[in-house]
Protein backbone atom coordinates (compact mmCIF):
# COMPACT_ATOMS: atom_id res chain seq x y z
CA UNK A 1 0.00 0.00 0.00
CA UNK A 2 1.14 3.46 -0.79
CA UNK A 3 2.49 5.61 2.07
CA UNK A 4 1.82 9.70 2.07
CA UNK A 5 4.88 11.77 3.46
CA UNK A 6 4.54 14.25 5.98
CA UNK A 7 6.91 16.73 6.37
CA UNK A 8 6.67 18.70 10.23
CA UNK A 9 8.82 21.26 11.37
CA UNK A 10 9.01 21.23 14.93
CA UNK A 11 9.49 24.35 16.95
CA UNK A 12 10.93 23.68 20.95
CA UNK A 13 13.62 21.37 21.69
CA UNK A 14 12.99 20.80 25.36
CA UNK A 15 11.43 17.78 27.13
CA UNK A 16 8.15 17.50 24.94
CA UNK A 17 10.05 18.22 22.00
CA UNK A 18 12.75 16.30 22.56
CA UNK A 19 10.30 13.72 22.85
CA UNK A 20 8.50 14.27 20.05
CA UNK A 21 11.45 13.70 17.57
CA UNK A 22 12.34 10.84 19.48
CA UNK A 23 9.17 9.41 18.67
CA UNK A 24 9.07 10.26 15.00
CA UNK A 25 12.65 9.31 14.54
CA UNK A 26 12.46 5.97 15.94
CA UNK A 27 9.12 4.93 15.27
CA UNK A 28 8.33 6.11 11.69
CA UNK A 29 7.99 2.61 9.99
CA UNK A 30 5.42 1.35 12.45
CA UNK A 31 3.75 4.36 12.57
CA UNK A 32 3.77 3.87 8.49
CA UNK A 33 2.25 0.58 8.66
CA UNK A 34 -0.41 1.24 11.39
CA UNK A 35 -1.86 4.14 9.65
CA UNK A 36 -0.26 4.42 6.14
CA UNK A 37 1.23 7.83 7.19
CA UNK A 38 5.25 8.53 7.24
CA UNK A 39 6.15 11.02 9.39
CA UNK A 40 9.64 12.95 8.38
CA UNK A 41 11.38 15.93 10.53
CA UNK A 42 12.21 18.36 8.66
CA UNK A 43 13.65 20.86 11.20
CA UNK A 44 13.70 21.25 14.53
CA UNK A 45 13.85 25.21 15.53
CA UNK A 46 15.43 26.09 19.41
CA UNK A 47 17.31 29.11 20.10
CA UNK A 48 19.59 27.38 22.32
CA UNK A 49 21.46 24.66 19.92
CA UNK A 50 24.10 23.68 21.78
CA UNK A 51 22.48 21.93 25.38
CA UNK A 52 22.34 18.28 24.86
CA UNK A 53 19.37 16.71 24.95
CA UNK A 54 17.69 13.11 25.40
CA UNK A 55 17.79 12.02 21.86
CA UNK A 56 20.04 12.60 18.43
CA UNK A 57 18.52 14.16 15.88
CA UNK A 58 20.72 13.78 12.15
CA UNK A 59 23.01 16.31 11.03
CA UNK A 60 21.78 19.14 9.75
CA UNK A 61 17.94 19.20 11.46
CA UNK A 62 18.37 21.64 14.15
CA UNK A 63 18.67 24.90 13.68
CA UNK A 64 17.73 28.68 15.42
CA UNK A 65 16.47 29.67 12.28
CA UNK A 66 12.55 29.60 12.67
CA UNK A 67 12.31 30.90 8.25
CA UNK A 68 13.55 27.48 7.41
CA UNK A 69 10.61 26.15 8.82
CA UNK A 70 8.07 29.06 7.62
CA UNK A 71 9.81 29.29 4.48
CA UNK A 72 9.11 25.37 3.54
CA UNK A 73 6.56 24.72 1.28
CA UNK A 74 7.18 21.17 1.73
CA UNK A 75 6.51 21.03 5.96
CA UNK A 76 2.64 20.98 5.74
CA UNK A 77 2.62 20.55 9.90
CA UNK A 78 4.05 22.92 12.43
CA UNK A 79 4.23 21.73 16.45
CA UNK A 80 4.51 24.53 18.25
CA UNK A 81 6.44 23.21 21.29
CA UNK A 82 8.09 26.64 22.88
CA UNK A 83 5.61 26.83 25.59
CA UNK A 84 3.93 30.41 27.69
CA UNK A 85 1.87 33.00 26.02
CA UNK A 86 4.55 35.70 24.17
CA UNK A 87 6.90 34.21 21.45
CA UNK A 88 4.72 31.14 21.05
CA UNK A 89 1.65 32.94 19.78
CA UNK A 90 3.71 34.81 17.05
CA UNK A 91 4.91 31.79 15.96
CA UNK A 92 1.50 29.62 15.64
CA UNK A 93 0.45 32.73 13.98
CA UNK A 94 3.03 32.74 11.16
CA UNK A 95 3.02 29.07 10.81
CA UNK A 96 -0.77 29.39 9.99
CA UNK A 97 -0.24 32.27 7.93
CA UNK A 98 2.32 29.95 5.85
CA UNK A 99 0.02 27.34 5.14
CA UNK A 100 0.81 24.69 7.88
CA UNK A 101 -1.56 23.35 10.33
CA UNK A 102 -0.31 23.69 13.97
CA UNK A 103 -0.20 20.92 16.97
CA UNK A 104 0.86 22.38 19.88
CA UNK A 105 0.88 21.60 23.73
CA UNK A 106 0.44 24.87 24.63
CA UNK A 107 -2.14 25.04 27.39
CA UNK A 108 -1.62 28.45 28.53
CA UNK A 109 -1.43 30.47 25.21
CA UNK A 110 -4.97 28.64 24.02
CA UNK A 111 -6.18 29.09 27.24
CA UNK A 112 -5.56 32.88 26.93
CA UNK A 113 -5.57 33.31 23.46
CA UNK A 114 -7.42 30.44 21.65
CA UNK A 115 -10.49 32.47 19.90
CA UNK A 116 -7.59 34.45 18.24
CA UNK A 117 -5.46 31.51 17.32
CA UNK A 118 -8.81 29.52 16.42
CA UNK A 119 -10.50 32.71 14.21
CA UNK A 120 -6.38 32.66 12.78
CA UNK A 121 -6.66 28.97 12.06
CA UNK A 122 -10.11 29.92 10.04
CA UNK A 123 -8.83 32.66 7.91
CA UNK A 124 -6.06 30.76 6.74
CA UNK A 125 -8.16 27.54 6.00
CA UNK A 126 -6.14 25.63 8.59
CA UNK A 127 -6.57 23.47 11.62
CA UNK A 128 -4.85 23.77 15.22
CA UNK A 129 -4.79 20.52 17.26
CA UNK A 130 -3.97 19.91 20.95
CA UNK A 131 -4.57 17.28 22.31
CA UNK A 132 -1.52 17.31 24.47
CA UNK A 133 -2.32 20.38 26.28
CA UNK A 134 -4.70 18.89 28.55
CA UNK A 135 -3.79 15.90 30.78
CA UNK A 136 -0.60 14.58 28.66
CA UNK A 137 -0.95 11.63 27.34
CA UNK A 138 -4.93 11.10 28.22
CA UNK A 139 -6.92 11.60 25.04
CA UNK A 140 -9.39 13.79 27.07
CA UNK A 141 -9.90 15.95 24.25
CA UNK A 142 -10.55 13.47 21.26
CA UNK A 143 -12.66 11.70 24.14
CA UNK A 144 -14.70 14.49 24.65
CA UNK A 145 -15.70 15.41 21.09
CA UNK A 146 -15.81 12.30 19.53
CA UNK A 147 -16.46 9.39 22.04
CA UNK A 148 -18.82 11.09 23.55
CA UNK A 149 -20.54 13.50 21.32
CA UNK A 150 -23.64 12.47 21.54
CA UNK A 151 -23.54 13.34 25.30
CA UNK A 152 -24.97 16.75 26.93
CA UNK A 153 -22.29 16.44 29.94
CA UNK A 154 -23.13 17.94 32.85
CA UNK A 155 -19.76 18.01 35.22
CA UNK A 156 -16.13 17.05 35.11
CA UNK A 157 -13.65 16.31 37.89
CA UNK A 158 -10.14 16.51 36.73
CA UNK A 159 -6.45 15.59 38.34
CA UNK A 160 -4.83 17.71 35.60
CA UNK A 161 -1.63 18.23 37.01
CA UNK A 162 0.78 16.02 37.64
CA UNK A 163 3.25 18.24 39.72
CA UNK A 164 0.49 19.01 42.55
CA UNK A 165 -0.91 15.01 41.96
CA UNK A 166 2.66 14.11 43.30
CA UNK A 167 3.62 16.87 45.83
CA UNK A 168 -0.19 16.15 46.95
CA UNK A 169 0.36 12.12 47.11
CA UNK A 170 3.65 12.66 48.72
CA UNK A 171 2.97 14.95 51.86
CA UNK A 172 0.05 12.20 51.96
CA UNK A 173 1.89 9.00 51.61
CA UNK A 174 5.50 9.78 52.51
CA UNK A 175 4.81 12.87 55.35
CA UNK A 176 6.96 14.83 52.72
CA UNK A 177 6.88 18.40 53.71
CA UNK A 178 5.75 20.65 50.79
CA UNK A 179 9.05 21.94 49.42
CA UNK A 180 10.88 18.42 49.63
CA UNK A 181 8.04 17.23 47.40
CA UNK A 182 7.93 19.80 45.08
CA UNK A 183 11.84 19.56 44.48
CA UNK A 184 11.46 15.39 43.75
CA UNK A 185 8.34 17.03 40.77
CA UNK A 186 10.70 19.15 39.45
CA UNK A 187 13.40 16.93 39.43
CA UNK A 188 11.42 14.48 37.26
CA UNK A 189 10.77 16.67 34.79
CA UNK A 190 7.16 17.11 35.56
CA UNK A 191 6.58 20.86 36.47
CA UNK A 192 6.26 24.16 34.30
CA UNK A 193 9.41 26.08 33.83
CA UNK A 194 7.95 28.73 36.53
CA UNK A 195 6.64 25.56 38.98
CA UNK A 196 4.26 29.19 40.34
CA UNK A 197 1.76 28.07 37.26
CA UNK A 198 1.80 24.57 38.95
CA UNK A 199 1.59 25.10 42.63
CA UNK A 200 -0.82 27.88 42.01
CA UNK A 201 -3.66 26.27 40.60
CA UNK A 202 -3.17 28.39 37.39
CA UNK A 203 -2.13 25.41 35.21
CA UNK A 204 -4.72 23.19 36.32
CA UNK A 205 -7.44 26.34 35.31
CA UNK A 206 -5.61 26.39 31.40
CA UNK A 207 -6.62 23.17 30.85
CA UNK A 208 -10.15 23.41 32.91
CA UNK A 209 -10.92 26.47 30.37
CA UNK A 210 -9.77 24.27 27.46
CA UNK A 211 -11.54 20.69 28.72
CA UNK A 212 -14.98 23.32 29.59
CA UNK A 213 -15.02 24.82 26.35
CA UNK A 214 -15.23 22.11 24.90
CA UNK A 215 -17.33 19.87 27.07
CA UNK A 216 -19.97 23.04 27.39
CA UNK A 217 -19.59 24.40 23.90
CA UNK A 218 -18.89 27.84 24.65
CA UNK A 219 -16.04 30.59 24.90
CA UNK A 220 -13.77 30.23 28.19
CA UNK A 221 -12.00 33.18 29.74
CA UNK A 222 -9.64 32.58 32.78
CA UNK A 223 -11.93 35.03 34.83
CA UNK A 224 -14.49 32.62 34.84
CA UNK A 225 -12.39 30.10 36.53
CA UNK A 226 -12.12 30.55 40.38
CA UNK A 227 -8.56 29.39 41.09
CA UNK A 228 -6.53 28.41 44.63
CA UNK A 229 -3.41 26.60 44.67
CA UNK A 230 -1.85 24.36 46.68
CA UNK A 231 1.04 26.16 47.74
CA UNK A 232 -0.47 26.77 51.41
CA UNK A 233 -1.06 23.19 52.52
CA UNK A 234 0.60 21.86 55.25
CA UNK A 235 0.63 18.45 56.13
CA UNK A 236 -1.10 18.44 59.28
CA UNK A 237 -4.32 19.43 57.37
CA UNK A 238 -3.57 16.72 54.71
CA UNK A 239 -3.46 13.87 58.11
CA UNK A 240 -6.59 15.35 59.40
CA UNK A 241 -8.61 15.21 56.90
CA UNK A 242 -6.94 11.63 56.31
CA UNK A 243 -8.79 10.99 59.49
CA UNK A 244 -11.89 12.14 59.14
CA UNK A 245 -12.13 9.85 55.93
CA UNK A 246 -11.01 12.46 53.41
CA UNK A 247 -7.64 12.26 50.91
CA UNK A 248 -6.90 15.95 49.19
CA UNK A 249 -6.10 16.53 45.74
CA UNK A 250 -6.36 19.81 44.01
CA UNK A 251 -9.46 18.94 41.51
CA UNK A 252 -10.52 21.28 38.24
CA UNK A 253 -13.88 21.20 38.73
CA UNK A 254 -16.28 22.31 35.49
CA UNK A 255 -20.34 21.79 36.23
CA UNK A 256 -23.16 22.61 34.23
CA UNK A 257 -27.18 22.76 34.87
CA UNK A 258 -29.12 26.06 34.07
CA UNK A 259 -25.34 28.29 35.01
CA UNK A 260 -22.23 27.35 34.72
CA UNK A 261 -19.50 26.64 37.61
CA UNK A 262 -15.76 26.74 37.01
CA UNK A 263 -13.01 26.29 39.66
CA UNK A 264 -9.66 25.22 40.68
CA UNK A 265 -9.11 24.60 44.06
CA UNK A 266 -7.29 22.04 46.57
CA UNK A 267 -10.32 19.87 47.24
CA UNK A 268 -10.92 16.80 50.55
CA UNK A 269 -12.24 13.67 48.57
CA UNK A 270 -13.98 11.12 50.22
CA UNK A 271 -11.05 7.87 50.30
CA UNK A 272 -13.34 5.34 48.18
CA UNK A 273 -13.71 7.80 45.02
CA UNK A 274 -11.78 6.74 41.96
CA UNK A 275 -9.99 9.76 41.81
CA UNK A 276 -8.77 9.49 45.96
CA UNK A 277 -6.55 6.47 44.31
CA UNK A 278 -5.22 8.53 41.52
CA UNK A 279 -1.52 8.90 42.25
CA UNK A 280 1.97 10.75 41.96
CA UNK A 281 1.99 12.37 38.28
CA UNK A 282 -0.93 10.38 36.98
CA UNK A 283 -3.98 12.56 35.94
CA UNK A 284 -7.69 11.48 36.02
CA UNK A 285 -10.39 12.78 34.81
CA UNK A 286 -14.39 11.30 35.65
CA UNK A 287 -16.76 13.22 32.86
CA UNK A 288 -20.52 12.98 33.46
CA UNK A 289 -22.83 12.45 29.97
CA UNK A 290 -26.28 12.81 29.91
CA UNK A 291 -26.25 9.65 27.94
CA UNK A 292 -22.95 7.68 29.31
CA UNK A 293 -23.24 8.03 32.76
CA UNK A 294 -19.67 8.31 34.74
CA UNK A 295 -16.44 7.91 32.16
CA UNK A 296 -13.41 7.96 33.65
CA UNK A 297 -10.08 8.67 31.93
CA UNK A 298 -6.76 8.16 33.44
CA UNK A 299 -3.01 7.88 32.56
CA UNK A 300 0.43 10.18 32.71
CA UNK A 301 -0.25 13.54 32.60
CA UNK A 302 3.31 15.02 32.56
CA UNK A 303 6.72 14.22 31.17
CA UNK A 304 8.44 13.66 28.04
CA UNK A 305 6.86 10.57 26.44
CA UNK A 306 3.40 10.63 27.35
CA UNK A 307 3.00 14.29 26.21
CA UNK A 308 5.03 13.18 22.94
CA UNK A 309 2.56 10.66 22.39
CA UNK A 310 -0.53 12.97 22.42
CA UNK A 311 1.43 15.48 20.24
CA UNK A 312 2.75 12.46 17.43
CA UNK A 313 -1.05 11.28 17.87
CA UNK A 314 -2.63 15.19 16.98
CA UNK A 315 0.25 14.84 13.84
CA UNK A 316 -1.09 12.05 12.34
CA UNK A 317 -4.83 13.03 12.66
CA UNK A 318 -3.98 16.02 11.04
CA UNK A 319 -2.27 14.24 8.66
CA UNK A 320 -4.71 12.24 7.82
CA UNK A 321 -7.29 14.75 7.48
CA UNK A 322 -9.12 14.09 10.87
CA UNK A 323 -8.18 17.31 12.88
CA UNK A 324 -9.04 19.26 9.89
CA UNK A 325 -13.26 17.88 9.92
CA UNK A 326 -13.02 18.32 13.97
CA UNK A 327 -11.59 21.86 13.95
CA UNK A 328 -14.36 22.86 11.31
CA UNK A 329 -16.87 21.34 13.98
CA UNK A 330 -15.77 23.12 16.58
CA UNK A 331 -18.71 25.29 17.64
CA UNK A 332 -18.29 27.65 20.55
CA UNK A 333 -20.58 29.84 21.78
CA UNK A 334 -19.31 33.55 21.88
CA UNK A 335 -18.11 34.88 25.32
CA UNK A 336 -21.01 37.26 25.43
CA UNK A 337 -23.43 34.82 25.39
CA UNK A 338 -21.06 32.35 27.59
CA UNK A 339 -20.37 35.51 30.16
CA UNK A 340 -23.92 36.02 32.32
CA UNK A 341 -24.27 31.92 32.11
CA UNK A 342 -21.07 32.13 34.47
CA UNK A 343 -21.73 31.48 38.26
CA UNK A 344 -19.81 33.36 41.05
CA UNK A 345 -17.35 31.32 43.78
CA UNK A 346 -20.28 33.35 46.57
CA UNK A 347 -22.62 31.19 45.26
CA UNK A 348 -21.55 27.89 45.47
CA UNK A 349 -22.74 25.31 47.78
CA UNK A 350 -20.59 22.93 48.89
CA UNK A 351 -19.39 21.04 52.31
CA UNK A 352 -16.23 22.32 53.90
CA UNK A 353 -13.23 21.34 56.44
CA UNK A 354 -12.40 24.59 58.83
CA UNK A 355 -9.03 23.51 60.81
CA UNK A 356 -8.85 26.13 63.52
CA UNK A 357 -5.88 26.41 65.92
CA UNK A 358 -7.60 27.19 69.49
CA UNK A 359 -7.02 27.81 73.50
CA UNK A 360 -7.13 24.76 75.29
CA UNK A 361 -9.67 26.07 77.70
CA UNK A 362 -13.37 26.51 78.75
CA UNK A 363 -16.18 27.53 76.15
CA UNK A 364 -14.06 27.80 72.99
CA UNK A 365 -16.40 25.25 71.03
CA UNK A 366 -19.70 27.28 72.53
CA UNK A 367 -18.25 30.32 70.88
CA UNK A 368 -17.52 28.75 67.73
CA UNK A 369 -20.60 26.76 67.36
CA UNK A 370 -22.63 29.93 67.73
CA UNK A 371 -20.65 31.99 65.32
CA UNK A 372 -21.56 28.52 62.84
CA UNK A 373 -24.60 28.63 63.74
CA UNK A 374 -25.74 32.44 63.18
CA UNK A 375 -24.43 31.65 59.35
CA UNK A 376 -26.92 28.87 59.78
CA UNK A 377 -24.36 26.46 59.30
CA UNK A 378 -24.69 23.02 60.09
CA UNK A 379 -21.74 20.96 61.72
CA UNK A 380 -21.02 17.21 60.02
CA UNK A 381 -17.68 16.43 61.90
CA UNK A 382 -15.99 17.44 64.64
CA UNK A 383 -12.13 16.37 65.51
CA UNK A 384 -9.83 17.16 68.37
CA UNK A 385 -7.32 15.43 70.12
CA UNK A 386 -6.93 15.51 73.59
CA UNK A 387 -5.38 18.83 74.71
CA UNK A 388 -2.47 19.70 76.86
CA UNK A 389 -4.47 22.24 78.87
CA UNK A 390 -5.16 26.11 78.45
CA UNK A 391 -1.37 27.16 78.21
CA UNK A 392 -1.13 25.44 74.76
CA UNK A 393 -3.51 25.84 71.50
CA UNK A 394 -4.70 22.36 69.69
CA UNK A 395 -6.49 22.03 66.75
CA UNK A 396 -9.82 21.89 66.05
CA UNK A 397 -11.03 20.56 62.78
CA UNK A 398 -14.95 21.21 61.73
CA UNK A 399 -17.08 19.60 58.53
CA UNK A 400 -19.70 21.01 57.44
CA UNK A 401 -23.09 19.88 55.87
CA UNK A 402 -23.61 21.24 52.62
CA UNK A 403 -23.48 25.34 53.12
CA UNK A 404 -23.16 28.41 50.43
CA UNK A 405 -19.66 29.50 50.33
CA UNK A 406 -20.81 33.47 51.30
CA UNK A 407 -22.20 32.00 54.60
CA UNK A 408 -18.54 30.21 55.07
CA UNK A 409 -16.64 33.08 54.11
CA UNK A 410 -18.92 35.77 56.61
CA UNK A 411 -17.96 32.87 59.43
CA UNK A 412 -14.29 32.73 58.95
CA UNK A 413 -14.34 36.60 59.46
CA UNK A 414 -16.12 36.14 62.26
CA UNK A 415 -13.85 33.51 63.88
CA UNK A 416 -11.00 36.11 63.51
CA UNK A 417 -12.20 38.31 66.27
CA UNK A 418 -12.14 35.37 69.10
CA UNK A 419 -9.25 36.00 71.08
CA UNK A 420 -9.41 31.80 71.47
CA UNK A 421 -8.80 31.41 67.92
CA UNK A 422 -5.52 31.63 67.00
CA UNK A 423 -4.38 33.07 63.54
CA UNK A 424 -6.67 32.58 60.01
CA UNK A 425 -8.67 28.83 60.25
CA UNK A 426 -7.67 26.40 57.91
CA UNK A 427 -10.85 26.06 55.13
CA UNK A 428 -10.52 23.83 52.82
CA UNK A 429 -14.00 22.32 50.44
CA UNK A 430 -15.19 18.84 50.80
CA UNK A 431 -15.97 17.81 47.40
CA UNK A 432 -18.81 14.93 47.30
CA UNK A 433 -18.00 13.51 43.68
CA UNK A 434 -21.09 11.40 42.66
CA UNK A 435 -20.43 7.71 41.43
CA UNK A 436 -22.14 5.52 38.80
CA UNK A 437 -23.01 2.18 41.14
CA UNK A 438 -24.54 -0.88 39.68
N1 LIG B 1 3.44 20.88 34.61
C1 LIG B 1 2.40 20.12 34.04
C2 LIG B 1 1.93 19.11 35.05
C3 LIG B 1 2.90 19.42 32.81
O1 LIG B 1 2.59 18.94 36.07
O2 LIG B 1 0.91 18.49 34.84
C4 LIG B 1 1.81 18.93 31.92
O3 LIG B 1 0.94 19.91 31.55
Not at 262 to 291: K, M, Y
Amino acid sequence: MSEQIVKIGLVGFGTVGSGVAKLILEDADSIAAKTGVRLELACVVDTDTKSPRPVKLPDGLLTSDLNRLIKDDSIKIGVELVGGTGVAKQIQLQMLQAGKDVVTANKALLAHHGSELYKAARENNRCIAFEASCAGGIPIISGLRTGLSANNITAMYGIVNGTCNYILSNMTGKNEEFAEALAQAQKKGYAEADPILDISGKDSSHKLAILASIAFGCEISLDDIYVEGIDGISKDDIRYGGEMGYVLKLLAIGQKNNRISLRVHPSFIPRENLLARVNGSFNAISIFGSAVGQVMFYGRGAGMMPTASAVVADIIDVALGNSATSFRQLRLKPRNETAPLIDKISNLVSRFYIRMMVRDQAGVFAQIGKILAHEEISISGILQHEGRGPANSIPIVVTTHPTQQSRVTAALKDLQFLDTVCGKAVCIRIVDIPEDKD
